[in-house]
Protein backbone atom coordinates (compact mmCIF):
# COMPACT_ATOMS: atom_id res chain seq x y z
CA UNK A 1 0.00 0.00 0.00
CA UNK A 2 1.03 3.46 -0.01
CA UNK A 3 -0.49 6.66 -0.64
CA UNK A 4 0.93 10.41 -2.20
CA UNK A 5 1.74 13.41 -0.28
CA UNK A 6 0.51 16.63 -2.12
CA UNK A 7 0.99 20.13 -0.45
CA UNK A 8 -0.51 23.08 -1.29
CA UNK A 9 0.78 26.34 -0.78
CA UNK A 10 -1.17 29.57 -1.39
CA UNK A 11 1.20 32.68 -1.79
CA UNK A 12 1.55 35.98 -3.25
CA UNK A 13 4.14 36.54 -6.09
CA UNK A 14 6.90 37.84 -3.93
CA UNK A 15 6.54 34.36 -2.15
CA UNK A 16 4.94 35.69 1.21
CA UNK A 17 2.19 33.00 2.72
CA UNK A 18 -0.01 36.29 3.98
CA UNK A 19 0.22 39.93 4.70
CA UNK A 20 -0.12 41.33 7.49
CA UNK A 21 -3.69 42.44 7.08
CA UNK A 22 -4.49 40.26 4.23
CA UNK A 23 -7.72 38.87 3.79
CA UNK A 24 -8.11 34.77 2.84
CA UNK A 25 -7.15 34.36 -0.55
CA UNK A 26 -5.15 37.67 -0.38
CA UNK A 27 -8.73 38.76 -1.48
CA UNK A 28 -8.49 37.47 -4.86
CA UNK A 29 -11.34 34.41 -4.45
CA UNK A 30 -13.08 34.09 -7.48
CA UNK A 31 -15.24 31.27 -9.04
CA UNK A 32 -12.69 29.25 -10.66
CA UNK A 33 -11.20 29.44 -7.37
CA UNK A 34 -13.76 28.39 -4.99
CA UNK A 35 -14.40 25.58 -7.85
CA UNK A 36 -10.54 24.17 -7.31
CA UNK A 37 -11.49 24.64 -3.66
CA UNK A 38 -14.59 22.53 -4.02
CA UNK A 39 -13.63 19.86 -6.07
CA UNK A 40 -10.18 19.40 -3.81
CA UNK A 41 -11.94 19.91 -0.55
CA UNK A 42 -14.41 16.93 -1.97
CA UNK A 43 -11.84 14.45 -2.86
CA UNK A 44 -10.87 11.67 -0.30
CA UNK A 45 -7.73 13.15 2.18
CA UNK A 46 -5.96 13.10 5.37
CA UNK A 47 -5.09 16.88 6.15
CA UNK A 48 -1.72 17.25 7.69
CA UNK A 49 -1.72 20.42 9.23
CA UNK A 50 0.37 22.66 11.81
CA UNK A 51 -0.60 23.83 15.10
CA UNK A 52 -1.08 27.48 14.23
CA UNK A 53 -2.74 26.82 10.98
CA UNK A 54 -5.29 24.65 13.00
CA UNK A 55 -5.50 27.28 15.55
CA UNK A 56 -6.22 30.35 13.31
CA UNK A 57 -8.82 27.89 10.89
CA UNK A 58 -10.74 26.60 14.30
CA UNK A 59 -10.73 30.04 16.30
CA UNK A 60 -12.40 31.74 12.66
CA UNK A 61 -15.37 33.87 13.62
CA UNK A 62 -18.33 32.09 13.16
CA UNK A 63 -19.64 34.98 10.46
CA UNK A 64 -16.94 33.40 8.04
CA UNK A 65 -17.32 29.69 8.84
CA UNK A 66 -19.17 28.74 5.27
CA UNK A 67 -19.65 25.45 3.98
CA UNK A 68 -15.70 25.31 2.43
CA UNK A 69 -14.73 25.39 6.73
CA UNK A 70 -17.59 23.15 7.83
CA UNK A 71 -16.29 20.31 5.14
CA UNK A 72 -12.80 20.68 6.17
CA UNK A 73 -13.17 20.25 10.00
CA UNK A 74 -14.72 17.05 9.05
CA UNK A 75 -12.24 15.62 7.07
CA UNK A 76 -10.06 13.12 8.63
CA UNK A 77 -6.96 15.64 9.59
CA UNK A 78 -3.40 15.16 11.85
CA UNK A 79 -2.56 18.21 13.84
CA UNK A 80 1.25 18.10 14.63
CA UNK A 81 2.29 19.85 17.59
CA UNK A 82 4.46 19.33 21.12
CA UNK A 83 1.99 21.82 22.29
CA UNK A 84 -1.37 21.64 22.14
CA UNK A 85 -3.73 19.47 24.22
CA UNK A 86 -6.70 18.99 22.57
CA UNK A 87 -9.24 19.61 19.54
CA UNK A 88 -11.94 20.33 18.72
CA UNK A 89 -12.68 19.23 15.11
CA UNK A 90 -14.33 15.58 15.16
CA UNK A 91 -11.62 13.02 13.07
CA UNK A 92 -9.06 15.05 14.60
CA UNK A 93 -5.63 13.80 16.24
CA UNK A 94 -3.13 15.20 17.87
CA UNK A 95 0.88 13.94 17.01
CA UNK A 96 3.42 15.26 19.49
CA UNK A 97 5.98 13.19 17.96
CA UNK A 98 8.59 13.34 15.25
CA UNK A 99 6.10 14.90 12.04
CA UNK A 100 8.96 12.59 9.23
CA UNK A 101 8.02 9.63 10.86
CA UNK A 102 4.68 10.13 11.68
CA UNK A 103 4.43 10.82 8.27
CA UNK A 104 6.41 8.67 6.75
CA UNK A 105 4.64 5.63 8.36
CA UNK A 106 1.37 7.39 7.30
CA UNK A 107 2.24 7.41 4.05
CA UNK A 108 2.91 3.60 4.11
CA UNK A 109 -0.59 3.01 5.87
CA UNK A 110 -2.83 5.29 4.64
CA UNK A 111 -5.69 4.46 1.56
CA UNK A 112 -6.23 8.03 0.93
CA UNK A 113 -3.61 11.28 -0.68
CA UNK A 114 -2.09 13.32 2.48
CA UNK A 115 -2.12 16.73 2.10
CA UNK A 116 -1.34 20.05 3.65
CA UNK A 117 -3.59 23.29 4.19
CA UNK A 118 -1.29 26.04 5.17
CA UNK A 119 1.33 24.97 7.61
CA UNK A 120 4.57 26.03 6.17
CA UNK A 121 6.40 24.66 8.61
CA UNK A 122 5.42 21.04 7.86
CA UNK A 123 5.45 21.94 4.30
CA UNK A 124 9.54 22.57 5.15
CA UNK A 125 9.97 19.66 6.84
CA UNK A 126 8.43 17.20 4.11
CA UNK A 127 10.24 18.49 1.69
CA UNK A 128 13.74 18.60 3.34
CA UNK A 129 12.85 14.81 4.21
CA UNK A 130 12.19 14.03 0.47
CA UNK A 131 8.36 13.07 1.21
CA UNK A 132 6.85 15.04 -0.96
CA UNK A 133 5.00 13.98 -4.12
CA UNK A 134 3.29 16.81 -5.30
CA UNK A 135 3.71 20.73 -4.90
CA UNK A 136 1.21 22.84 -5.87
CA UNK A 137 1.75 26.48 -5.53
CA UNK A 138 -1.32 28.97 -6.08
CA UNK A 139 0.36 32.31 -6.84
CA UNK A 140 -1.49 35.37 -5.85
CA UNK A 141 -0.99 38.55 -8.45
CA UNK A 142 0.44 41.21 -5.63
CA UNK A 143 3.82 41.78 -3.98
CA UNK A 144 3.26 41.59 0.03
CA UNK A 145 6.71 43.87 0.21
CA UNK A 146 7.38 44.80 3.99
CA UNK A 147 3.62 43.48 4.80
CA UNK A 148 4.71 39.79 4.20
CA UNK A 149 4.48 37.51 6.72
CA UNK A 150 5.49 33.59 6.28
CA UNK A 151 7.88 33.17 3.96
CA UNK A 152 7.52 30.37 1.84
CA UNK A 153 11.23 29.09 1.05
CA UNK A 154 12.86 30.12 3.90
CA UNK A 155 14.85 27.16 5.32
CA UNK A 156 14.30 24.93 2.14
CA UNK A 157 17.18 22.64 0.82
CA UNK A 158 17.83 23.05 -2.60
CA UNK A 159 15.67 20.47 -4.57
CA UNK A 160 14.83 20.23 -8.24
CA UNK A 161 11.12 19.66 -9.16
CA UNK A 162 9.72 19.03 -12.59
CA UNK A 163 6.85 20.94 -13.67
CA UNK A 164 3.71 18.67 -14.02
CA UNK A 165 0.97 21.15 -14.47
CA UNK A 166 -0.09 24.77 -14.92
CA UNK A 167 -3.46 26.94 -14.80
CA UNK A 168 -4.77 30.12 -15.05
CA UNK A 169 -7.75 30.60 -12.75
CA UNK A 170 -10.32 33.73 -12.58
CA UNK A 171 -7.61 34.93 -15.04
CA UNK A 172 -5.58 36.07 -12.21
CA UNK A 173 -4.02 33.36 -10.24
CA UNK A 174 -1.82 31.25 -11.36
CA UNK A 175 -1.85 27.33 -9.93
CA UNK A 176 1.55 25.61 -10.67
CA UNK A 177 1.93 22.05 -10.10
CA UNK A 178 5.46 20.60 -9.43
CA UNK A 179 6.92 17.11 -8.63
CA UNK A 180 10.34 16.52 -6.83
CA UNK A 181 12.26 14.74 -8.62
CA UNK A 182 14.77 13.84 -6.04
CA UNK A 183 17.75 14.22 -7.65
CA UNK A 184 20.32 17.36 -7.30
CA UNK A 185 19.85 21.00 -8.91
CA UNK A 186 21.78 21.28 -11.88
CA UNK A 187 25.59 22.82 -11.45
Known amino acids: MGT ?45 MGRKT ?33 VEWPNTTIESTDLVTCVRALKDTSDVPLRT ?15 LDNLRLMVFPLFCGPTGREWAYDGLNESELTLSGQRVLDNRVLLVEYTPT ?6
Open 54 to 86: YEMLAGLPAAVQDNDWDRMTKLPTTVFSRTLES
Open 4 to 48: TVTADLFISADGWARGAESPGYFGYLGPELQQWIDEESAAPQHVL
Open 117 to 131: MGSMSVVKQLVNAGL
Open 182 to 187: GTPIPR
